[in-house]
């Protein structure tokens, strides 16, 4: 058979092809959007990218809540009586071709006026006329080009943030004032005496003293800051020293050029803030595309049907449903409360709470928690709680998620700033001591001269910029930390703790086993068209796995929810489903997911699903156990148990049946202990684990769709470089180790200039900027060799 | 009044020019997104283009 691939989305496709225009197309969606495309004369979509498009899904009644004007509201960014702003997250948005459609959407409809299309964010802004376009239109046109916009509950009041841009403006002040200042200062480098310098000197040193004024009390205002904060609370951080140091230059140089005794040292101060921000700014690296904030507000739909008494549909914010509602849940959509099903066949997906993909039927009468996606046509429920006070929800309500992981751990920098600082202070005290009684007119001269040149520039810029360039560096490797601080915990990790479904298990393959009699050819052929009509999970995986055999018409077929199938044709009747429902004796069952098979009445025998472990488990297990423990702590039955003891090093502990709250409260004992945990997770089950470990890992097949709140998101392609993640986290610890020791070497050289009494301006304008300078350069080679070694 | 006041002056008020050129950047947003403009400054041509529709190439086949 000849596989073509569609022409808009690249599709492969064998059967029903579409024609249209001379190019084949997967399905009528695809042919709809190319001839909106054709229409318009936007075909060039297809030229920037070979077959950019995504197929537009059914989306009759899923935005009717862009009706409720309260929630437009809260979407929109701007609004006035004619012209509206909003900005939509679009998760197909993937290459050149999007960025060129998008832009151009007011060829499509002309009360769009203007959108602007953000790539790393995946999002669009669009200006529109809204006396001629409402919101609902406009996502509807969105949705039927195959850019389905999401919207989440997150979205709700979301229109009105801030970017904080302080930081570019910091650095913009402080580099301006940095360069101005070194040129001013160069005269009086180069000339030390004469008539022209004499003459000139004061008017340059003043100008200097005025381009140093916003360096001090605008750039390195968070340093003072979080120094202040530093003492107050005890601790003597990084930022101490920084502030002392900052400060003695200022007021030292204030005092030099005012009585006329010298330059100052305005030069290396501003240098000193310039570099410091720059460290800043390069261990700011985001990944703007993912987000590691999620909570269930992002899986959560913002508006839901309601159905009135009357039997009318209404459209309402999920905030405002109450206790007693009637909702109505379509196709594909998310449960937000928990209810009682009412009306209608519910298949509920509940992987977004278990990691578990296998849905689950309910019938009528039954709990329905919420999270769970509702997969088959649509159900009525009855609401029993409301958003804040479900079981998914309450989850979130727990203290972890409102603790900061930065609070109460000191970072290698500030654990060696405790020492130095009291080493700086102990230095100039004697130093001071020593002068005033040789030459007492020279002891105020030291004093300030060691504070100044042991301020600890390059201490301050090691860790930054080695944690900046390897979270750069992982991220190539498809880990994306969400800051520099991850790095660093995960280098100081002891137990590391696997959640099983979704993590060490492969989502899309599970291996299946037959056991019992042999099956006919004719009953084979009878099974396999049997389950071609279901649409359970478990059936669908079993059709794709059975040999290829001519689809026979059945004569009867009935589906039981819960339960099972059967079908007839001629004499022959099939049974499948589960154990007691083909017949089978309540001790013959085990724990494992099985399917049953009967015919004519007779037990036949079981499929057996076995999860399907990610290659090369056992060899990243083996390599972590060395240095780490190891823990599964699973949500599934123990079904499992004894394949995962054969797989995994014998000293890994296995627990199952674990509630969300029981794998925090495991994780939480432990760190008591001394544990620095590890927690390796996928589902929202985990999202209490992911907040309560140390370093909180999400597994995900695809980073650009949903994973829960974590520090850092693993594409799982790259599971078994777990270890040497690890190892290069631990490695960067000891470049920074070795930088200190470089920055040291420097400021031994500066103090002997400084306590001897000879710091001149021009050597600390030369050695403060040198030894920054080296610390970058060696700690970028380093890193650099270090992520060679992780490929 | 020597030339080296004017000099400097001059000096000062191109410097503060930049700055506030720099300022009005940021400001404007140009550094919130790095990347999709150096997409979109490719697309120029083809806005222009009288005929799309002739430029299709229709998609090889995988066979």
């Given at each position: 058979?000849?596989?073509?691939s569609?022409?808009?989305?690249?599709?492969?496709f064998?059967?029903?092809e579409?024609?249209?225009?001379?190019?084949?197309?997967?399905?009528?969606?695809?042919?709809?959007?190319?001839?909106i495309?054709?229409?318009?004369?936007?075909?060039?979509?297809?030229?920037?990218?070979?077959?950019?498009?995504a197929?537009?899904?059914?989306v009759e009644?899923?935005?009717?809540?862009?009706?409720?004007?309260?929630i437009?509201?809260s979407?929109?960014e701007f609004?006035d009586?004619?012209?509206q702003?909003?900005?939509?997250?679009?998760?197909h948005?993937?290459?050149?071709?999007?960025?060129?459609i998008?832009?151009?959407?007011?060829?499509l409809?002309?009360?769009?006026s203007a959108?602007?299309?953000?790539?790393?964010?995946k999002?669009v802004?669009?200006?529109?006329?809204?006396?001629?376009?409402?919101?609902?239109?406009?996502v509807k046109?969105?949705?039927?080009?195959?850019y389905?916009?999401?919207?989440?509950?997150d979205?709700y009041?979301?229109?009105?943030?801030?970017?904080?841009?302080?930081l570019?403006?910091?650095?913009?002040?402080?580099?301006f004032?940095?360069?101005?200042?070194?040129?001013?200062?160069?005269?009086?480098?180069?000339?030390?005496?004469?008539?022209?310098?004499?003459?000139?000197?004061?008017?340059?040193?003043?100008?200097?003293?005025?381009?140093s004024?916003?360096?001090?009390f605008y750039?390195?205002r968070?340093?003072?800051?979080?120094?202040?904060?530093?003492?107050?609370?005890?601790?003597?951080?990084?930022?101490?020293?920084?502030?002392?140091?900052?400060?003695?230059?200022?007021?030292?140089?204030?005092?030099?050029?005012s009585?006329?005794l010298?330059?100052?040292?305005?030069d290396?101060?501003?240098?000193?803030?310039?570099?410091?921000?720059?460290?800043k700014f390069?261990?700011?690296?985001?990944?703007?595309?993912?987000?590691?904030?999620?909570?269930?507000?992002?899986?959560?739909?913002?508006?839901?049907?309601?159905?009135?008494?009357?039997?009318?549909?209404?459209?309402?914010?999920v905030?405002?449903?109450?206790?007693?509602?009637?909702?109505?849940?379509?196709?594909?959509?998310?449960?937000?409360?928990?209810?009682?099903?009412i009306?209608?066949?519910?298949?509920?997906?509940?992987s977004?709470?278990?990691?578990?993909?296998?849905?689950v039927?309910?019938?009528?009468?039954?709990?329905?928690?919420?999270?769970?996606?509702?997969?088959?046509?649509?159900?009525?429920?009855?609401v029993?709680?409301?958003?804040?006070?479900?079981?998914l929800?309450?989850?979130?309500?727990?203290?972890?998620?409102?603790?900061?992981?930065?609070?109460?751990?000191?970072?290698?920098t500030?654990?060696?700033?405790k020492?130095?600082?009291i080493?700086?202070?102990?230095i100039?005290?004697?130093?001071t001591?020593?002068?005033?009684?040789?030459?007492?007119?020279?002891?105020?001269?030291?004093?300030?001269?060691?504070?100044i040149?042991?301020?600890?520039?390059a201490?301050?810029?090691?860790?930054?910029?080695?944690?900046?360039?390897l979270?750069?560096i992982?991220?190539?490797?498809?880990?994306?930390a969400?800051?520099?601080?991850?790095?660093?915990?995960?280098?100081?990790?002891?137990?590391i703790?696997?959640?099983?479904?979704?993590?060490?298990?492969?989502?899309k393959?599970?291996a299946?086993?037959?056991?019992?009699?042999?099956l006919?050819?004719?009953?084979?052929?009878?099974?396999?068209?049997?389950?071609?009509?279901s649409?359970?999970?478990?059936?669908?995986?079993?059709?794709?796995?059975?040999?290829?055999?001519?689809?026979?018409?059945?004569?009867?077929?009935?589906?039981?929810?819960?339960k099972?199938?059967?079908?007839?044709?001629?004499?022959?009747s099939?049974?499948?489903?589960?154990?007691?429902?083909?017949?089978l004796?309540p001790?013959?069952?085990v724990l494992?997911?099985?399917?049953?098979?009967?015919?004519?009445?007779?037990?036949?025998?079981?499929?057996?699903?076995?999860?399907?472990?990610?290659?090369?488990?056992?060899?990243?297990?083996n390599?972590?156990k060395?240095?780490?423990?190891?823990?599964?702590?699973?949500?599934?039955?123990?079904?499992?148990?004894?394949?995962?003891?054969?797989?995994?090093?014998?000293?890994?502990?296995?627990f199952?049946?674990?509630?969300?709250?029981?794998?925090?409260?495991?994780?939480?004992?432990?760190?008591?202990?001394?544990?620095?945990?590890?927690?390796v997770?996928?589902g929202?089950?985990?999202?209490?684990?992911?907040?309560?470990?140390?370093?909180?890992?999400a597994?995900?097949e695809d980073v650009?769709?949903?994973s829960?709140?974590?520090?850092?998101i693993?594409d799982?392609?790259?599971?078994?470089n777990?270890?040497?993640f690890i190892?290069a986290?631990?490695?960067?610890?000891?470049?920074i180790?070795w930088?200190?020791?470089?920055?040291?070497i420097?400021?031994?050289?500066?103090?002997?200039?400084?306590?001897?009494?000879?710091?001149?301006?021009?050597i600390?304008?030369?050695?403060?900027?040198?030894?920054?300078i080296s610390?970058?350069g060696f700690?970028?080679?380093?890193?650099?060799?270090?992520?060679?070694?992780?490929? | 009044?020597?030339v080296?006041?004017?000099?400097?002056?001059?000096?000062?008020?191109?410097?503060?020019?930049?700055?506030?050129?720099?300022?009005?950047?940021?400001k404007?947003?140009?550094?919130d997104?790095?990347?999709?403009?150096s997409?979109?400054?490719?697309?120029?041509?083809?806005l222009?283009?009288?005929?799309?529709?002739?430029?299709?190439?229709?998609?090889?086949?995988?066979?």
């Amino acid at each position: 058979m000849e596989h073509k691939s569609c022409f808009h989305c690249g599709l492969d496709f064998s059967d029903s092809e579409v024609v249209y225009d001379n190019k084949s197309f997967c399905c009528n969606g695809c042919k709809t959007v190319y001839e909106i495309f054709s229409a318009n004369d936007l075909t060039c979509y297809y030229d920037l990218q070979d077959s950019p498009g995504a197929t537009p899904k059914e989306v009759e009644g899923k935005y009717n809540f862009l009706d409720n004007q309260k929630i437009v509201d809260s979407l929109l960014e701007f609004n006035d009586d004619k012209t509206q702003i909003v900005t939509l997250y679009i998760p197909h948005i993937h290459c050149s071709s999007c960025i060129w459609i998008l832009e151009n959407l007011n060829k499509l409809n002309p009360a769009i006026s203007a959108s602007i299309v953000n790539f790393g964010k995946k999002n669009v802004r669009v200006t529109y006329q809204s006396d001629h376009l409402s919101l609902k239109n406009l996502v509807k046109l969105l949705s039927k080009i195959g850019y389905e916009p999401f919207i989440s509950l997150d979205d709700y009041s979301i229109g009105k943030k801030n970017i904080d841009r302080s930081l570019i403006y910091k650095l913009g002040v402080a580099g301006f004032a940095f360069g101005n200042i070194m040129f001013l200062s160069f005269p009086e480098y180069f000339q030390v005496n004469g008539f022209w310098i004499e003459q000139y000197a004061p008017v340059f040193r003043w100008l200097m003293f005025s381009f140093s004024l916003p360096v001090v009390f605008y750039c390195a205002r968070d340093y003072f800051i979080s120094a202040y904060k530093g003492l107050t609370s005890g601790i003597l951080n990084i930022d101490v020293p920084i502030a002392l140091g900052v400060s003695v230059l200022f007021i030292r140089s204030t005092i030099e050029i005012s009585l006329n005794l010298g330059t100052g040292f305005f030069d290396s101060l501003s240098g000193l803030i310039f570099f410091l921000l720059v460290g800043k700014f390069f261990q700011q690296k985001t990944y703007s595309f993912l987000s590691f904030e999620r909570d269930y507000k992002s899986y959560f739909p913002i508006g839901i049907t309601k159905i009135k008494n009357s039997g009318e549909e209404e459209s309402v914010q999920v905030y405002d449903i109450k206790k007693g509602d009637r909702l109505l849940i379509r196709n594909e959509e998310l449960i937000p409360v928990d209810c009682i099903l009412i009306k209608g066949k519910a298949q509920i997906d509940y992987s977004f709470v278990t990691g578990e993909s296998e849905a689950v039927s309910k019938k009528s009468g039954d709990k329905l928690f919420a999270g769970g996606k509702q997969l088959q046509g649509s159900i009525e429920v009855d609401v029993l709680k409301t958003v804040e006070q479900s079981y998914l929800t309450q989850l979130w309500s727990n203290d972890v998620f409102n603790k900061n992981k930065a609070d109460g751990f000191t970072n290698i920098t500030n654990m060696i700033s405790k020492r130095f600082t009291i080493a700086l202070l102990a230095i100039a005290i004697v130093a001071t001591t020593y002068w005033l009684f040789a030459d007492s007119s020279k002891a105020l001269n030291v004093f300030t001269a060691v504070l100044i040149i042991a301020c600890p520039c390059a201490i301050a810029l090691a860790a930054p910029f080695t944690f900046g360039n390897l979270l750069r560096i992982f991220g190539k490797e498809k880990l994306y930390a969400k800051n520099a601080l991850v790095i660093e915990q995960l280098a100081a990790i002891n137990t590391i703790i696997f959640d099983k479904t979704g993590t060490i298990t492969a989502n899309k393959e599970t291996a299946i086993t037959y056991e019992g009699y042999n099956l006919s050819t004719d009953e084979e052929i009878l099974l396999k068209s049997t389950l071609r009509n279901s649409n359970h999970p478990l059936s669908r995986s079993l059709y794709n796995l059975l040999d290829e055999h001519d689809i026979i018409t059945l004569d009867n077929y009935q589906e039981y929810i819960g339960k099972g199938i059967e079908s007839q044709k001629n004499q022959d009747s099939i049974k499948v489903g589960s154990a007691s429902y083909v017949g089978l004796s309540p001790e013959n069952r085990v724990l494992n997911t099985a399917v049953h098979v009967s015919s004519n009445n007779i037990y036949k025998g079981k499929f057996t699903f076995y999860n399907q472990y990610r290659k090369g488990l056992s060899k990243l297990f083996n390599q972590l156990k060395k240095e780490n423990d190891l823990v599964i702590l699973s949500g599934d039955n123990s079904g499992e148990q004894e394949n995962l003891t054969k797989l995994l090093p014998a000293k890994t502990k296995l627990f199952f049946n674990q509630k969300p709250e029981d794998k925090l409260e495991y994780i939480k004992h432990h760190q008591i202990s001394g544990a620095k945990v590890l927690m390796v997770g996928d589902g929202l089950n985990d999202a209490g684990a992911l907040a309560q470990s140390n370093v909180g890992i999400a597994i995900s097949e695809d980073v650009n769709v949903f994973s829960p709140a974590c520090d850092a998101i693993l594409d799982a392609s790259k599971f078994n470089n777990l270890y040497q993640f690890i190892k290069a986290s631990k490695s960067a610890i000891k470049i920074i180790k070795w930088s200190f020791v470089l920055s040291f070497i420097y400021n031994a050289i500066g103090l002997y200039f400084a306590v001897t009494g000879q710091l001149k301006p021009v050597i600390a304008a030369i050695l403060m900027p040198l030894s920054s300078i080296s610390i970058v350069g060696f700690t970028t080679i380093a890193t650099n060799l270090l992520g060679k070694k992780l490929k | 009044m020597s030339v080296i006041y004017i000099l400097l002056a001059i000096s000062i008020i191109v410097a503060i020019g930049f700055f506030i050129a720099f300022i009005v950047a940021v400001k404007s947003g140009q550094y919130d997104d790095s990347y999709t403009p150096s997409v979109r400054m490719l697309f120029e041509d083809e806005l222009i283009k009288e005929k799309p529709e002739k430029t299709i190439l229709t998609k090889k086949t995988n066979n």
